[in-house]
């Protein structure tokens, strides 16, 4: 089963526009990240923020955290073509789980 | 650092017959995560070890599935009895076991099942 959903499901932009992805979770969490999966490729590691944080940057990507809504945002700014990817949120308590995934294409 | 591979990276199987994936993990990392992920979806937890100690294991996680890390290295995942259902990839991923490293894991390519 899924712990978060990650809205929206898809998501078009043009090259250079900033994309925005929220995620919502159920329970208690340790922290929240942020993976990116290419086609075809595997799952990368993009950014940790810890529940007590409430933002978090690195590079062109910006994460808060709302513990109180269950809630987590990335941003990512100023978007390439080789953005175009599905990103996860996952959580981590006792077990690990990741949402449903937001689906991101970038038009060069 | 050659990452984490994952073998095969295909298979397919008949139904009601046994398969075993094995995972290597980046040796300096002492935890092991298994996964399984359908098309459209995102990985869904089946378990993970510390060194060679299971941890955690879902509770989706059906009784003809089993996972070993006997020496704390590498891993196999073995599902007995195959259903179609079973088709997906599984995924690998492994972590440093201290302080915030714990939770950045680094995934393989995955294991395609094809149950048929």
């Known amino acids: 089963s899924q712990q978060g959903e990650e809205d929206p499901q898809a998501l078009s932009i043009q090259e250079g526009e900033n994309a925005t992805m929220n995620c919502s979770y159920k329970t208690s969490i340790n922290n929240l990240q942020w993976y990116r999966q290419n086609s075809g490729r595997g799952l990368v590691h993009l950014i940790l923020?810890?529940?007590?944080?409430r933002e978090k940057h690195s590079g062109r990507l910006r994460v808060t955290l709302d513990t109180s809504k269950k809630s987590s945002s990335l941003l990512i700014t100023a978007s390439r073509a080789a953005d175009t990817a599905s990103y996860f949120c996952a959580t981590a308590f006792a077990q690990f789980y990741f949402g449903t995934g937001t689906s991101l294409t970038v038009i060069p | 650092d050659t990452g984490v591979s994952q073998d095969p990276r295909h298979k397919i199987t008949k139904r009601g017959q046994n398969v075993t994936f094995r995972c290597d993990p980046i040796?300096?990392?002492?935890?092991l995560y298994w996964y399984r992920q359908t098309l459209g979806q995102g990985p869904e937890f089946l378990t993970y070890?510390?060194?060679?100690?299971?941890?955690?294991k879902s509770r989706l996680l059906s009784d003809r599935f089993s996972a070993e890390r006997p020496k704390g290295s590498f891993s196999t995942l073995e599902i007995q009895r195959t259903e179609q259902g079973d088709s997906a990839m599984y995924l690998c991923?492994?972590?440093?076991?201290?302080?915030?490293?714990?939770?950045?894991?680094?995934f393989g390519p995955g294991t395609r099942l094809t149950v048929t």
């Open positions: 070890f510390q060194n060679e100690a299971q941890l955690e």
């Open positions: 040796s300096e990392h002492n935890r």
């Open positions: 923020i810890r529940s007590n944080e």
């Open positions: 991923a492994s972590s440093l076991g201290f302080m915030d490293r714990e939770y950045e894991q680094y």
